[in-house]
């Protein structure tokens, strides 16, 4: 008997569907794929912006076990990360940490969602991700000690954290 699920292609166009329905069949197919569905990482994120809550937690469950996304997909997730939707910024940033080193291009993008008044969770979460870029993140240092001496003790721990990783 054949398998009757869509192809992990024809999944990602069913993600801009006009039917909010058809939208989240697709996600919530996708994150049922697991990391197979890698290739859909940077349309997932894209979806987190989705008008339907549906639609939104579908793809924000699929994001949580994807792993690092493919290599071709850094530059769009670098333009991503400067969405406004938090949850949309937040994803890229954390698909971003996850490619590590592969991510050295997106430095600058993760530089500048450290700055005040980007959403505390996406300033968090580009501590992090610098962290996991590694010593290619150095050119981050001055917003990483900026953000060491903020005031919420999160933030200010996980740019501690990004600072140990750069090189002295």
Known sequence: MPDSTPSIPALIEHLSAPDAEAR?????????????????ATALVAACGDEDDRVREWAAAALEDLGPPPGEQIAELTMLAAAKHPLVAYWAVTLLGRGGEGAALAVPALEACLAPGTAIE???????????????????????????????PRLSRLAGEALAALPD
């Open 24 to 40: 989240a069949s697709a996600a919530e197919a996708l994150c049922r794929a697991g990391e197979s569905a890698a290739s859909a």
């Open 122 to 152: 996406v300033r968090q979460r580009a501590c992090w991700a610098l962290g996991k870029v590694g010593p290619a993140a150095a050119s981050a240092r001055a917003a990483l000690t900026a953000a060491a001496s903020d005031a919420d």
